[in-house]
């Protein structure tokens, strides 16, 4: 028997008031994730890449269509059961990277850990700072961290509750492009060691080709 979609997206659309005119910024979105399946989401500025991720995630509500994850639809959710689906399903990796400042690398890695109900938060986040080659900052605050050393915490946070699925937003967009290639080299190390669903937003094209399959968004829809 096959596996049901993580991600299952059916006529989605998003409009917002643009100062009394309604702005349409996705239109009849339709696609479905297969467990395990590695996907990019492409597309030029402003055209609704973002948006989509946040609509997968349930941090926002689509104004048409329906999304289901792991067979859940998210309408049928309110904000608190959307947020507790977050915590079981999702780990995230941002461009800014969104670190909490008063954590160190190791609480910021235990915070999902211990709010997923794991006992032994403190050596599971130990040991996956230690994957990303950052068991000697441990104690190190995000502001004494270079920038890739906080994205590397922030793959360590994701991946670490062993998530279904992981949703990244533009993962390299704030480092420089050694940085960014060794970021992004760790991020399919680990996704494909943890055998996670992947869903990812770039600009980079070639980033995009290392996926399985590559959605592009053009005019708020999904090119052919």
């Not at 643009?18 to 994730?33: A, H, M, R």
């Not at 048409?64 to 994850?69: C, H």
């Amino acid at each position: 028997m096959a596996e049901k979609p993580v991600v299952e997206v059916v006529g989605l659309g998003k409009t917002v008031d643009n100062g009394g005119e309604p702005l349409t910024i996705l239109q009849d979105i339709s696609f479905s994730v297969q467990p395990g399946e590695t996907v990019a989401i492409v597309g030029a500025s402003g055209s609704g890449k973002s948006t989509l991720l946040g609509l997968l995630a349930g941090l926002d509500v689509p104004t048409a269509g329906e999304i289901r994850l792991d067979g859940v639809a998210l309408a049928a959710l309110d904000e608190d059961e959307r947020a507790k689906q977050r915590g079981k399903l999702l780990g995230f990796v941002f461009q800014s990277f969104q670190l909490l400042p008063s954590l160190n690398a190791l609480e910021n890695v235990m915070l999902p850990l211990e709010l997923a109900g794991f006992k032994a938060s403190t050596a599971a986040a130990s040991d996956w700072l230690n994957r990303v080659g950052l068991a000697h900052r441990l104690k190190h605050y995000p502001k004494h961290l270079s920038g890739g050393e906080q994205q590397r915490v922030a793959l360590a946070r994701a991946f670490a509750p062993s998530p279904r699925l992981v949703l990244a937003d533009e993962p390299t967009g704030n480092l420089d492009a050694a940085t960014g290639q060794q970021i992004i080299e760790l991020m399919f190390d680990l996704n494909a060691r943890q055998g996670t669903t992947l869903i990812l937003v770039t600009h980079d094209e070639a980033i995009a080709a290392r996926c399985g399959r590559i959605l592009r968004i053009q005019g708020g829809q999904l090119a052919a």
